[in-house]
């Protein structure tokens, strides 16, 4: 690991400061910072240790209904709030379903936000990789590309983002609170990340120094908390990133869906929210055929970035199952292998 | 990079340490207190071994800086047992072979015993096995360790039984 400055500011004022300095990263739970350190992959010159800051470990209530999850809360803590896994468990189920309970007792909001690709050539430092080093190429097209996007791709990177957590915030309008050298502002979670296009390098709304100090679930959210689940498909049953994953939720009344969201993971360089699939959603009757138009809708635009043209048809498979089952009910306690498809997910087919 | 001066209570001895920052935790514990139980596998928090408790919960002491944990209360396997008395979940892993080569296996019990305190598997099988997938055996002895973890549950549910009684 390279030397590095260690800052340990005392108030988020300071802290931005600190981090407006080029060559500065923030320091949290350092599960996915230590790593790319070790690996050469980042070599930040200063180090800013938000660790202990006060005021951003907090989940607050707000008084319109709506939900602001302080940035440093350990992704372990949210998903055992009990009051939060009630009114969001397809957002508990996420987090449950990624990394271990090591990691999540250590990785924090803001950071999974933050967290990098797991594409293999970005963590090769002999690799060329245009997030890494901007214009180098990318060599992951051509390569072992089976893990890579088919949504929203281009031909400087195929990466996906890796993270559970965003999936269904993304499908539930989640928004960052970010502080910065000009003060507060909020950018929707849809908007937050970005694709690669011709600067992949650029995977963010953050200008230099900012940082997010919560996550905003809007008053809307909790309404499908009885009709919501995230499913992800894995290489092994636990503790890997998703190949495709989906969070769906419904609200159905008389066997017409009144309200739908629906996201994928695992698809493309952001948390993909399927807008054209809800507008399709809407109004229709809650059933399997309507299902695969969604699904259909959700998977239009895709196309293989290489060797994971099976990617899209799972990703299609993946949808109907999750709508399934979110409109068979979200289970009184989570399953013992969260959002696994080897659970036993009421009312989805083992087949679908 | 100078050192920085860092206080850590480690198995309930109280170390005032200087550190250079890039010092992970892990290495602080093995390099330089000669605290070797806990393991360095991977390194790069895919397995587990350098698990350990910090104020109570479970992490990979290889992703943890320890200057970012001045202050923190920190619990390794020479900190498990009583003197000579084993605690049940080190004398349950040996009673139900849980583990072969036994590198993996600081890691496995500090894991149980976070696993034991988050109190969300109970005594469901599948959720034990869920709970400690952060922790690789690569003899394969996880059925012995369900097993292991099973059992030193219940020693324990009885002991606080006959502590209330």
């Not at chain 1, 200008?207 to 100090?213: C, S, T």
């Not at chain 1, 990133?241 to 609200?251: I, T």
């Not at chain 1, 993946?318 to 989570?334: C, D, F, K, N, Y």
Request: net charge negative.
């Amino acid at each position: 690991m390279r030397d590095f400055d260690y800052i340990r500011p005392a108030s988020i004022p300071d802290a931005i400061a600190a981090a407006a300095e080029p060559g500065s990263a923030y320091l949290a739970g350092g599960t996915n910072l230590l790593d790319l350190m070790k690996g050469g992959v980042t070599s930040p010159q200063r180090i800013v240790d938000i660790s202990r800051l006060p005021e951003l470990n907090r989940i607050e209530r707000l008084e319109d209904g709506g939900l602001r999850i302080g940035a440093l809360v350990r992704n372990a803590d949210l998903a055992h709030d009990a009051a939060f896994a009630k009114a969001y468990p397809m957002v508990a189920e996420a987090l449950l379903s990624g990394a271990s309970a090591q990691l999540r007792n250590a990785a924090t909001v803001g950071g999974n936000l933050l967290q990098r690709t797991r594409c293999s050539y970005f963590y090769d430092t002999a690799s060329a990789c245009n997030k890494r080093v901007s214009g180098a190429g990318c060599a992951a097209l051509g390569g072992e590309n089976r893990l890579h996007a088919v949504l929203g791709w281009s031909d400087a990177c195929i990466a996906t983002h890796p993270s559970d957590f965003c999936v269904p915030l993304v499908a539930l309008d989640a928004v960052v609170e970010i502080e910065g050298k000009q003060g507060r502002r909020h950018v929707t979670l849809a908007e937050f990340h970005l694709l690669p296009g011709e600067t992949p390098q650029r995977e963010n709304a953050l200008e230099p120094g900012d940082l997010i100090v919560a996550v905003r679930l809007p008053a809307e959210a909790a309404s499908f908390a009885a009709n919501a689940r995230y499913l992800k498909v894995r290489e092994r049953t636990s503790y890997a990133f998703a190949l495709v994953s989906a969070a769906a939720a419904l609200v159905v009344d008389g066997g017409k869906i009144r309200a739908a969201r629906l996201a994928l993971g695992g698809v493309a360089a952001k948390p993909w929210r399927a807008r054209a699939a809800e507008a399709m959603l809407l109004g229709a009757d809650a059933n399997e055929a309507t299902f695969a138009s969604a699904a259909d809708a959700a998977l239009a635009d895709a196309s293989p970035s290489g060797d994971n043209a099976f990617k899209i048809e799972l990703a299609r498979r993946i949808v109907v199952r999750a709508l399934t089952s979110a409109q068979a009910g979200t289970p009184e306690r989570l399953p013992a292998l969260p959002a696994s498809p080897f659970s036993n997910i009421p009312g989805a087919r083992h087949d679908a | 990079m100078t050192s920085l001066p860092i206080t850590l209570t480690i198995n309930g001895h109280r170390h005032e340490l200087e550190v250079d920052p890039r010092v992970t935790l892990l290495d602080l514990l093995r390099e330089r207190l000669d605290l070797t139980g806990t393991k360095k596998g991977c390194d790069r928090g895919q397995c587990g071994a350098c698990t350990v408790l910090v104020d109570g919960k479970r992490i990979n002491s290889c992703l943890a800086l320890a200057v970012s944990h001045d202050g923190a209360d920190v619990m390794t396997i020479e900190g498990v047992a009583n003197g000579e008395e084993l605690h049940p979940v080190q004398a349950a892993f040996i009673a139900h072979d849980g583990f072969q080569c036994g590198f993996c296996t600081p890691g496995q019990i500090m894991s149980t015993l976070g696993l034991i305190a988050e109190g969300q598997a109970g005594d469901d099988p599948e959720r034990i096995r869920e709970g400690l997938s952060g922790n690789i055996c690569r003899c394969a002895a996880y059925g012995g360790i369900v097993e292991a973890v099973l059992e030193a549950q219940e020693q324990l549910a009885k002991a606080d039984r006959r502590t209330a009684a």
